[in-house]
């Protein structure tokens, strides 16, 4: 069964600049969808094609890589809902202040299965845009 302390474990490597280790417990095959209309935004059907799109692009722009804070989690069976803020600095020296909330759906085995991520479409935007 899902707890919120394995949840919240597995989310703080992702605080602590160990996203290769949040990663692990990701699926290979994992259907991840972000929402909005900006330039990250898109449905990928593979951890790669993920983070080749999203966190490879982002480490470009934010001096210091994609660093996440869990605000606030919630957990009902097989799904967390997670509520993360960006800790960055754009390449430019502006913060990246961004909230997220990711719904995330677990198989048996304790691994990320499923993703639907939502955040400020505009500042995204901005980002790239500024950075690139």
Known sequence: MLSKDTVKALFSNLETGHSDQFFERVRDDV???VMGTHPLAGHYRSKRAFLDATFARL???????????????HVDGDVAIVELRALSTANNGKPFDNTYCWVCTFDRDGRI???????????VARLIEENE
């Open 31 to 33: 259907d991840w969808t």
């Open 59 to 73: 480490g470009k722009v934010l001096k210091d890589g994609v660093i996440l804070k869990v605000v606030d989690l």
């Open 113 to 123: 299965a499923k993703v639907r991520a939502y955040l400020d479409s505009a500042l």
